[in-house]
């Protein structure tokens, strides 16, 4: 029975002591949580280089900035969201609207229609008639200015 007591007492005692140890650590400062937020953004190749504030306040985070797509702007809140001593996330990140490409957009080539050659006039044969000349071929005889 002695022997059921104290290990009654025992476990009694680990449990105030686990207890207590719990209760005693202490969730980071407000200050502390943002920065290891901010810290964690920045490492995310997407959200580097991105001007976005973290506030923290009794564990509630805001988030504000501007983000290319709506998939940096859940990246962000779910890196905030994972970090230890955070109870609550507001997201007030905006995304951007796309910025026009420096390109100009491709001109669409109309189809061309196909070449359809003109329909060839049938060729009329004259028939040389025999003349008085022994020769049949004819003579030109450019005329003489005045002299």
């Known amino acids: 029975m002695k022997a059921r007591v104290s290990l009654y007492v025992?476990?009694?005692l680990l449990l105030l002591a686990l207890g207590v140890a719990?209760?005693?650590?202490?969730?980071?400062n407000d200050a502390q949580l943002a920065s290891d937020i901010q810290t964690r953004?920045?490492?995310?190749?997407?959200l580097q280089g991105k001007q976005l504030s973290v506030q923290s306040a009794n564990g509630t985070v805001t988030l504000s900035g501007t983000v290319d797509?709506?998939?940096?702007?859940q990246a962000a809140a779910r890196y905030a969201a994972s970090a230890e001593g955070v109870k609550q996330?507001?997201?007030?990140?905006?995304?951007?609207?796309?910025?026009?490409?420096?390109?100009?957009?491709?001109?669409?080539?109309?189809?061309?229609a196909a070449y359809v050659a003109p329909a060839?006039?049938?060729?009329?044969?004259?028939?040389?008639?025999?003349?008085?000349t022994s020769s049949s071929?004819?003579?030109?005889?450019?005329?003489?200015?005045?002299?």
Do not use: F, H, M
């Open 10 to 12: 025992r476990a009694l």
């Open 22 to 28: 719990v209760g005693c650590s202490k969730a980071p």
């Open 41 to 46: 953004l920045s490492a995310d190749s997407g």
């Open 69 to 73: 797509n709506e998939n940096q702007r």
């Open 89 to 112: 996330v507001v997201n007030n990140l905006q995304v951007a609207p796309p910025v026009a490409s420096i390109e100009p957009a491709p001109v669409e080539e109309k189809p061309r």
């Open 120 to 132: 060839a006039k049938p060729r009329v044969r004259r028939r040389v008639l025999p003349s008085d």
């Open 137 to 147: 071929a004819s003579t030109y005889t450019a005329p003489s200015g005045p002299n």
